[in-house]
């Protein structure tokens, strides 16, 4: 297993609309020239591929796949295919791993290289003609997978094999009741030269080093294959991330199979992402996450043409860049101003203080970022970034108004928002369910008392108690 190249790219691993065709294969170039080894094609919305797995693909499908495996092979990557059977998967029926094998060969007779097999988002759980013949879920997985596998080794002896488990970060395993039993039976189970994908200890982890996968990868007998979760935002569609592969050791490199990111939904804004990691890769050692940054923003920048021929003025791309940042902060910039804002907000401020005209001048140029965003003439990038944008320039104005009316000691004033319907902004089944569900600084729900409720209505029916 050891003398397996380190394997590295990008996996369309993500919940929501799946990739085009035409961007996957604009995309392959630029993972060539990264250094990548692999791109695994998973959406999890590809019906064929999770909810209906079981049915071939059409003539048009396999014609997209086998240019897909094509263009892989021409630039020098491994084509990986994934399929997600969990959901519904009878696994004491052996008629239901000849199918699973059935799809499967479809797509490696179309050219794939390695095959992926997800049990990830499932629950723990087994039908009771398997729970009968093999105890525990775990056993029923590996019983599955290694049929595949035994199937795959005598077809395709060079192909990675590759295991999503259930439990996929710390936090599942740990809440789970059996979840690192059921880690070391898989383990067990699997052949050694399966690879097991892992995410750290979160589902999206803040840091991962060599210290933090030494039980897991004791408990799969294996070093784990990154599936990292940094860059994607299908938990949060409001945001996108822009900032740069952070919080991942130097160590990791020798501690891990491979590394693989799972990146934003819209393809257009993953340049960030994919080009920070392809860093960290080369150099894990040296990799500054600054640096490498501004490096990718750098060569992002002439993608950004305005209508008039252009680009886009590139403190107006870094604002961007920060506004869009990672999932725990905003970039060095924006949270400097969100510094200053809770400081204002925590006393009267003086009209003239300094923060206020930074906060009004902030305000004022993501304004301008939009403005300039609509006259890009790559239409799909646009539109791939104006909700957010939209979003930041109405709230960062909202926060300078308030501000400014706080200072001229009307505090007592009712601040509306003069460009919407009272009672019509922030609303909705969403926005009404996280006002009921308020959280504190560690993201978890803030205790309700009888009698008060935090969305501003009676509050029958609520009680004391832990969140």
């Known amino acids: 297993m050891s003398d397996r190249p380190y394997y590295s790219g990008v996996i369309e691993g993500f919940y929501g609309r799946p990739w085009r065709h035409e961007q996957r294969l604009a995309l392959l170039p630029r993972l060539a020239a990264w250094g990548f080894a692999a791109y695994i094609y998973a959406p999890k919305d590809d019906i064929k591929l999770r909810a209906a797995w ?153 840091r991962i080093d060599a210290a933090s996968l030494a039980d897991v990868s004791a408990a799969l007998r294996r070093p784990p294959l990154i599936w990292d979760n940094l860059h994607a935002n299908d938990y949060d569609l409001r945001r996108l991330y822009l900032g740069p592969l952070a919080g991942r050791s ?54 950004f043409t305005l209508n008039d021929g252009n680009l886009l003025a590139a403190e107006l791309l870094e604002l961007l860049a920060e506004l869009c940042y990672l999932p725990w902060s905003s970039g060095p910039l924006v949270e400097a101003h969100l510094g200053d804002a809770r400081a204002l907000l925590a006393a009267a401020p003086d009209p003239f203080d300094a923060r206020l005209a930074r906060l009004r001048h902030f305000a004022d140029e993501v304004e301008r970022l939009l403005l300039h ?16 944008v939209w979003e930041a320039r109405t709230e960062s104005r909202a926060l300078a108004d308030y501000l400014e009316l706080r200072a001229r000691s009307l505090q007592g004033a009712r601040f509306g928002r003069p460009d919407h319907l009272p009672n019509t902004y922030r609303r909705g089944f969403t926005a009404d369910v996280q ?6 600084d560690d993201g978890a729900v803030v205790p309700h008392t009888r009698g008060t409720n935090p969305a501003g209505g009676p509050a029958e029916g609520l009680t004391g108690g832990p969140g």
């Open 54 to 206: 079981r049915e071939r693909y059409d003539a048009t499908e396999v014609t997209q796949l086998t240019e897909l495996a094509r263009a892989c092979r021409a630039q020098g990557l491994r084509f990986g295919y994934a399929i997600a059977p969990g959901l519904d998967v009878r696994y004491a029926e052996e008629a239901e791993l000849e199918r699973l094998r059935t799809k499967v060969d479809q797509v490696l007779d179309l050219g794939a290289d390695d095959v992926v097999l997800l049990f990830d988002d499932i629950p723990h759980a087994l039908d009771a003609l398997s729970r009968e013949r093999f105890g525990s879920v775990a056993a029923a997985q590996a019983h599955l997978a290694e049929g595949l596998f035994a199937h795959l080794r005598a077809r395709a002896p060079a192909g990675r094999r590759i295991v999503c488990p259930t439990d996929y970060c710390r936090r599942m395993a740990d809440a789970s009741g059996d979840g690192w039993a059921y880690l070391h039976a898989l383990g067990e189970r699997l052949g050694p030269d399966v690879d097991v994908f892992w995410t750290g200890d979160e589902i999206v982890s803040e």
């Open 250 to 303: 130097a160590d990791l490199r020798t501690a891990s199979a491979g590394f693989v990111t799972n990146p934003n939904t819209p393809f257009e804004v993953n340049e960030v992402a994919f080009a920070t990691l392809a860093a960290y890769l080369h150099d894990p050692v040296g990799y500054q996450p600054a640096a490498a940054w501004r490096d990718a923003l750098r060569d992002w920048h002439g993608g």
């Open 373 to 388: 965003l609509t006259e890009l003439r790559d239409r799909d990038l646009l539109y791939a970034l104006y909700n957010v």
């Open 435 to 440: 006002a009921l569900l308020p959280l504190d």
